[in-house]
């Protein structure tokens, strides 16, 4: 038996049920996720909501920001009630939260639904890893991690697929689909799933929580640390720009039915499977090939970037992904995507890893649990500053409604307000008929006119500034200093 197979003989049952069910919740997130921009934002007569995107910025970013903070709480809940427990209450909480998303339609509403189900997804997403790391050792941990994280990212990829077909039938079935999947955790949860050993806690709750935050508190009082955090919001606030904006940029932007097109040229099967009855392809097919790309190479890129020094590997991938992410929003060719996309994706597979890895390097021995719980903050901040640049940033520079209603106020046209009468879709057909013009031309005035495109501007100085402070902070903050030796 290979040294490999041995390694898979040693994971407990617990080890690969915690897996699945990461594969189902994944499948279930990013199925409703990888949509939901263009849910809120589109018109209301297709079945979506139609919301601004500003409001949709203030809904996601705050939301997801919140998501990511909240484990520091439900860790201690799960350390104190039970993985199982604490498991069954999440899915309960998610599943019934998925379906009542796709029940409501007000804003407030929908912020509240959405909030909700950031509980549930904050209960379960400690209990996972933690499940994962006490069934592996120091010899299986880094296969086993591996095995995680590309169950992830092939629930990241299958879950928009499905989600994609069933949205042309009714929206409300991709919400039911998210909801149907969590009720297969469910029954995992209940039936098959076994708690790993765990040192059950005797402190009160309260007092766990307190002392966690003094934790954090004591972990960021270390310049190094609060330093690098920060300059790492600049970061995830680029990369979420994949699914807060980019789908919004595709579907408003791009005719991605010389896409399907040129797919069925070559097979009028793959074309029907992957595009839409309208012969286009859908943006969230599109926006997924990032999952795509990394079920495929973060094997080989992972292995690639073991040889650089983590800070060295995080500015190269950082500056790589900025390249990438700038491309996607450039131009209103979809072919580029395809290009693009692995850019940006190459980019992420050698930054994203590493900078959980660097925070590891930075701790003092004694304090790398410390600073490891620490981690989280970025990503917390980083959807957070994303909602407002896929909001106010976007719906001022790129929104193409935005800018229709500013070249129509322009030019003096008599036009009603959009409401639950008079939806985008009619502004829109209103609009063109005035200026004499079909929907395409109108499109194409509108990007030559307004250059919504230079919103890439804007995305690249991000990630641009990301790595310049990075270099800055290697070079002054951890300058003359022991961990800077070892980087």
């Known amino acids: 038996m290979t040294k490999l197979g041995q390694v898979f003989k040693r994971y407990p049952r617990a080890f690969w049920v915690a897996n699945t069910m990461e594969l189902f919740e994944r499948w279930a997130w990013y199925g409703m996720f990888m949509l939901l921009a263009l849910y809120l934002t589109k018109s209301t007569d297709t079945g979506a909501l139609g919301f601004s995107q500003e409001q949709k910025g203030y809904l996601m970013g705050p939301v997801v920001a919140i998501l990511y903070f909240m484990p520091l709480i439900t860790g201690a809940i799960a350390d104190r009630y039970g993985y199982k427990n604490v498991l069954i209450v999440a899915y309960l909480i998610l599943s019934s939260g998925y379906f009542l998303m796709g029940i409501f339609k007000s804003y407030f509403a929908v912020y509240v639904v959405f909030m909700y189900v950031a509980v549930g997804a904050a209960l379960f997403k400690p209990i996972i890893s933690a499940t994962v790391a006490k069934t592996t050792d120091d010899e299986t941990s880094s296969i086993g991690f591996g095995i995680f994280y590309m169950m992830v990212n092939i ?34 949860v ?27 508190w004591l972990a960021v009082s270390d310049l190094k640390l609060l330093v690098f955090l920060i300059i790492i919001i600049g970061f995830w606030s680029m990369y979420n720009q ?85 491309l996607t929003f450039a131009t209103n060719n979809p072919f580029y ?39 989280f903050l970025p990503m917390a901040g980083g ?61 194409t005035y509108l990007w030559n006119t307004y250059h919504p495109q230079n919103i890439w501007m804007v995305f690249a100085a991000i990630g641009t500034g990301t790595v310049i402070l990075l270099f800055l902070y290697d070079k002054f903050i951890l300058s003359g200093r022991k961990q800077s030796t070892e980087q």
């Open 242 to 326: 994949l699914f807060y904006t980019l789908p919004v940029f595709i579907d408003q932007w791009m005719d991605t039915s010389t896409v399907y097109n040129a797919i069925a040229k070559i097979s009028p099967g793959l074309a029907s499977a992957v595009g839409t009855s309208q012969g286009t392809i859908a943006p969230e097919m599109l926006t997924n090939i990032d999952a795509f790309y990394i079920i495929i190479f973060q094997i080989l890129v992972s292995a690639f970037v073991m040889k650089f020094k983590p800070l060295n590997a995080m500015m190269s991938g950082i500056f790589v992904s900025t390249i990438g992410l700038a």
């Open 337 to 375: 995507l395809f290009l693009s996309i692995l850019i940006f994706g190459l980019g992420e597979m050698a930054s994203s890893p590493k900078i959980t890895e660097y925070i590891g390097k930075i701790a003092p021995k004694e304090k790398v649990a410390l600073y490891m719980g620490a981690s």
């Open 155 to 188: 629930g990241a990829f299958i879950g928009p697929v499905i989600a994609s077909k069933l949205r042309w039938i009714s929206w409300q079935y991709v919400f039911i689909m998210s909801s149907v999947i969590i009720l297969i955790n469910l029954l995992i």
């Open 190 to 216: 209940l039936f098959v799933f076994k708690e790993p050993e765990r040192q059950k806690s005797d402190i009160p709750l309260g007092k766990s929580i307190i002392q966690i935050f003094k934790n954090i």
């Open 383 to 443: 959807n957070f500053f994303a909602g407002i640049l896929s909001g106010d940033v976007y719906g001022g520079m790129s929104d193409k409604l935005t800018l229709l209603q500013r070249e129509v106020e322009t030019r003096g046209l008599n036009m009603p307000a959009i409401s639950d009468t008079f939806t985008q879709n009619d502004f829109f057909t209103r609009a063109g008929s005035m200026m004499n013009m079909n929907q395409k031309e109108l499109t």
